[in-house]
């Protein structure tokens, strides 16, 4: 269920009227609805066993106030690098609640995550050997597991999809099932399995099914672990995350609660206790959660379609404006206090960004309302992988990043426009 656009329309009037919250300078800000991303939370939460760590990706977000108000909800943090890890810790994550993965890290890294005590998911066999030389003059106070790649299968986006026959993350299971069993029989410290199926474009067979093929290695391990007299076993499994969402209105896609029960009727392992369960959702927790208000700037008025100047384009939304057949986001107008424009006649508008090449459009020849200098075009569903991708290609500041509650009965900052100053340190 996405945010309406009367409840942001709602929002930005409220934020208009308060010139704290959107100043002069403020051609766009971008906006989180901290109430709606509350309940996505506790939503969560009671679909899965209590013992169970979600562990929210801090690719799709990296806002550390909102890493701090996912952690003090009890929910931990999915680094998929060194300073990814680091923004866990600056939001004050306990190291049993953070999850490092990345397919290149280096000793450095490793070191690091390791004195630190998080849990680790070593992507390749070769890094579970480093892993061992590292721990023989340093002792384990985290855990570790190891990713596998179930290889059943790719979704309907390919670039996001990570679980075909070849893909550059974790150890093939076709071809390395005897190797990863040795590797559970040969290091004492390894203690958990981790997948990833793939992001938006993966159907919930698809993400079931690679779930399921882990599992039944991991139950393998543990059959060949007891015969073989080791007093230890497989306690910890990373399912990862991949739950798509909806950016079409009319798209359907599974719920959450549906995904939780198919995974306990058909591995109830992940529910009864035998495992510690780690999830790493992503988009499914803050897509939604984010829309962006833009000022127009310029109409350039032609008799076919007009075209509507906006101060974001690539730079935020740089997987819409690169493959514009793969990604969506709705388009809306409010005018200069914040009001919906819905009614008249509708005419064709491109929405183009402030981007000096060809490619920087966000919408082309949409119907919309009559647009005017000073209204606000209004992008849903930029919760998500989004600021996280800010491409600083023509030296762009990022926006104001604004959180409310209660469709705007109190805002609050959550990131400061990038100054200029900061953009001439940057490349200084």
């Known amino acids: ?158 670039m996001l999809s990570v679980a075909g026959d070849y893909s ?94 198919l995974l306990q009727s058909r591995l109830p392992g992940l529910f009864d206790g035998s495992f510690r369960v780690i999830t790493e959702f992503g988009r499914w927790l803050h897509a939604h959660s984010g829309w962006t208000a833009s000022r127009v700037e310029y109409i350039k008025k032609e008799e076919r379609v007009d075209t509507a100047m906006v101060h974001v384009g690539a730079d935020l939304l740089l997987r819409l404006c690169y493959r514009p057949e793969e990604w969506h986001h709705e388009i809306a107008v409010a005018d200069r206090s914040g009001r919906l424009k819905s009614a008249g006649e509708r005419k064709p508008c491109t929405i183009a960004g402030p981007l000096c090449f060809a490619g920087d459009i966000i919408a082309r020849e949409i119907a919309l309302p009559p647009v005017e200098e000073g209204d606000y075009i209004l992008i849903q569903d930029t919760g998500a992988y989004t600021l996280s991708m800010w491409s600083i290609y023509n030296s762009r500041q990022i926006p104001r990043v604004i959180g409310y509650y209660d469709e705007g009965a109190r805002f609050e900052v959550l990131r400061e426009r990038t100054s200029l100053a900061q953009i001439v340190d940057f490349w200084g």
């Not at 800000?29 to 679909?47: K, P």
């Not at 559970?184 to 993400?207: K, M, T």
């Not at 399921?212 to 007299?229: C, D, H, I, M």
């Open 168 to 261: 550059k993350f974790g150890v093939p299971i076709k071809q390395q099932r005897e190797a990863l069993l040795s590797a559970f029989l040969r290091y004492d410290w390894l203690s958990g399995v981790h997948l990833h199926v793939g992001s938006q474009g993966c159907e919930l067979e698809l993400i079931t099914r690679g779930i399921e093929t882990v599992y039944e290695f991991a139950l393998e391990a543990n059959r060949l672990l007891e015969r073989e007299g080791k007093k230890r076993r497989i306690e910890i499994f990373d399912i990862g995350g991949g739950m798509p969402v909806a950016y079409h209105p009319g798209t359907k896609v599974p719920a959450m609660a549906e995904y939780a029960a």
């Open 1 to 158: 269920m996405r945010i309406s656009t009367a409840s942001i329309s709602t929002a930005l009037e409220r934020a208009i009227a308060d010139r704290s919250v959107i100043r002069d300078e403020d051609t766009a800000v971008i906006f989180y609805d901290l109430s709606w991303l509350q309940g996505r939370i506790g939503e969560l939460v009671a679909l899965f066993p209590e013992q169970t760590l979600h562990a929210i990706a801090v690719k799709a977000n990296p806002l550390v106030r909102v890493l701090k108000m996912i952690q003090k909800a009890g929910l931990g943090l999915e680094a998929a690098s060194l300073p990814e890890l680091c923004l866990a810790q600056k939001a004050a994550a306990a190291p049993a609640r953070i999850v490092f993965d990345s397919p290149a890290k280096s000793r450095k890294e490793l070191e690091y995550a390791l004195q630190a005590g998080v849990h680790i998911n070593a992507d390749s066999l070769a890094e579970l050997a480093r892993i061992d030389e590292l721990l023989k003059n340093m002792p384990l106070t985290g855990t570790i597991g190891v990713r596998i790649n179930p290889q059943v299968g790719t979704g309907a986006i390919s």
